[in-house]
């Protein structure tokens, strides 16, 4: 099923929210379901083609298959919630997409790429209030704020890591 973030969160201004509604709460930020698309899609572009997959899925009562972009091995513990929570914002680990007309990969998702933010979190955390926004600038003092985050969020680099962080 081809998606463009593209045009749903930059011209429409969907919230990251709307459609992985288990990323402040869930160790998964989960996929849309189809209602979730029909919410819209009920109403616009019904006839369209390229939403025929959607439309079967609602009719067949079958989940959309979803192609997934992003992911890490089975042997590592990854919680969107934990990240979201402690001021990582979305577009840190997915990039910029409101910019892909379809979904890339934007980052590594590598060992040593997730390693050098748990030993130096600072440079990517922001306020609890602007983690779903993109392209956000942060203001002059950020690196006071970034501090006064670490205590206030409860993050402990020190023990970030710690093998058992990633793998259980």
């Given amino acids: 099923m081809p998606f463009s973030h593209k045009h749903h969160v930059g011209q429409?201004?969907?919230?990251?929210?709307?459609?992985?509604?288990?990323?402040?709460t869930s160790s998964s930020a989960g996929l849309p379901a189809t209602e979730v698309c029909m919410t819209c899609h009920s109403q616009l572009f019904t006839n369209a083609g390229m939403?025929?997959?959607?439309?079967?899925?609602?009719?067949?009562g079958k989940p959309i298959e979803w192609q997934r972009v992003n992911g890490v091995p089975?042997?590592?513990?990854?919680?969107?919630?934990?990240?979201?929570?402690?001021?990582?914002?979305?577009?840190?680990?997915?990039g910029e997409v409101d910019q892909m007309p379809l979904t890339m990969r934007a980052r590594t998702l590598s060992m040593e790429w997730c390693l050098g933010c748990h030993r130096n979190p600072e440079p990517n955390l922001r306020p609890l209030q602007d983690v779903f926004l993109m392209?956000?600038?942060?203001?002059?003092?950020?690196?006071?704020?970034?501090?006064?985050?670490?205590?206030?969020?409860?993050?402990?680099?020190?023990?970030?890591t710690d093998c058992y962080v990633c793998h259980r």
């Fill in 74 to 94: 089975d042997f590592v513990f990854f919680n969107h919630a934990i990240h979201i929570n402690k001021g990582v914002a979305c577009e840190t680990c997915h």
């Fill in 12 to 24: 429409l201004g969907i919230d990251c929210r709307y459609c992985h509604n288990g990323v402040e």
């Fill in 51 to 60: 939403l025929a997959p959607v439309r079967a899925s609602l009719a067949g």
């Fill in 135 to 160: 392209h956000w600038q942060p203001p002059a003092d950020i690196a006071e704020i970034r501090r006064q985050l670490i205590g206030m969020l409860d993050i402990h680099p020190e023990t970030m």
